[in-house]
């Protein structure tokens, strides 16, 4: 019997279908989707339905998910991400909400581990914080608080562990760590593909996203337009910018420990003193407000803050993740 689990699906319910026939599951075998199945793809209802009717699927809390939960329970105010899939769910949408609150944060099946966002490493399933399971902002500040590398280099759980939430190969295709960590979420959501894993044989399966839905749904539901903001007044980030702020976070991160790998292999590197070290840094970084970034995550002192008094306005923010996907 194998087990399909599912990167991001993000309300792509044409490529999830597609995913599923190129995987030739048989009626006995199970899928499961590492969360994020709801929020800016085109038809989010169909695919949260699938988990709802289907006996062998499960989904586990992505943060999207608990968004809505969140939201639901006063605790937020909804995305526009959200805002527009609650349009979509009409009348549905309180059940909707009700199923996602069951929701579990993981799945410990016979192979491996199955959360969404991250796993802090020394901590047993039972201590781990909902925050960095579900790969919320507030779990992904906690551990660039507390841990100066990548969540993955220190993973060390007993079985191999499957995530989504964050693409961090930047490519259409699977990010894969020491045969320990694999990140199955490919942007399908961008343009990019629709990834899972089938377990036992951890055989990878794609299929490429038809579109970037994301961009032309914005354009279909105006009413959820952020407010702009009035001249002379201070600049505001929504909750959507500090969401994409925060995806450009974890990018500019992994970007740092990655030059940062490339100065070490220089045996000489560590002895040098530490204003050689950072010169060295930059002229890798670049000085334009990226580099500065990239500065900022070597000091370890970039968070959403630091980030958008760089960025100065969300128009920058939007510039800055066009030109990296590029």
Request: proline fraction near 6%; charge should be negative.
């Amino acid at each position: 019997m194998q087990t399909l689990v599912i990167g991001d699906i993000h309300g792509y319910y044409d490529e999830f279908q597609a995913l599923l026939d190129k995987s030739g599951l048989a009626d006995e075998d199970s899928i499961v989707s590492l969360g994020d199945c709801v929020d800016r793809g085109p038809d989010t209802p169909a695919v949260l339905s699938f988990f709802q009717e289907k006996l062998n699927a499960k989904l586990i809390m992505g943060n999207h998910e608990r968004k809505h939960v969140r939201a639901n329970k006063h605790e937020i105010k909804l995305a526009r991400s959200q805002k527009i899939s609650r349009i979509q769910f009409g009348e549905t949408y309180p059940y909707a909400v009700a199923f996602m609150s069951e929701l579990p944060l993981y799945l410990d099946l016979p192979d491996a581990l199955i959360v969404h966002g991250y796993f802090e490493p020394g901590l047993p399933l039972s201590q781990q914080r909902a925050t960095v399971l579900s790969g919320t902002m507030g779990g992904d500040n906690y551990l660039h608080a507390h841990y100066d590398r990548p969540w993955y280099e220190l993973y060390d759980g007993d079985k191999p562990l499957l995530v989504g939430h964050h693409n961090y190969s930047n490519t259409d295709q699977p990010f894969v760590y020491q045969d320990r960590v694999f990140g199955l979420d490919t942007d399908c959501v961008t343009g990019r593909a629709l990834t899972g894993l089938l377990l036992p044989s951890f055989k990878i399966v794609s299929v490429p996203s038809r579109a970037n839905y994301w961009a032309q749904i914005q354009r279909v539901y105006p009413e959820t337009n952020p407010p702009s903001t009035p001249v002379g007044k201070a600049m505001e980030w929504s909750t959507d910018d500090e969401e994409r702020l925060l995806r450009l976070i974890d990018t500019v991160f992994q970007r740092a420990n990655t030059i940062l790998l490339e100065l070490h292999s220089d045996p000489e590197f560590a002895n040098l003193p530490a204003r050689k070290q950072a010169k060295l840094f930059s002229a890798k970084a670049g000085t334009d407000v990226y580099g500065a970034l990239l500065n900022l995550a070597r000091l370890n002192q970039l968070n959403n803050t630091s980030a958008r008094k760089v960025l100065k306005s969300p128009e920058m923010l939007s510039a800055m993740l066009r030109k990296l996907e590029e």
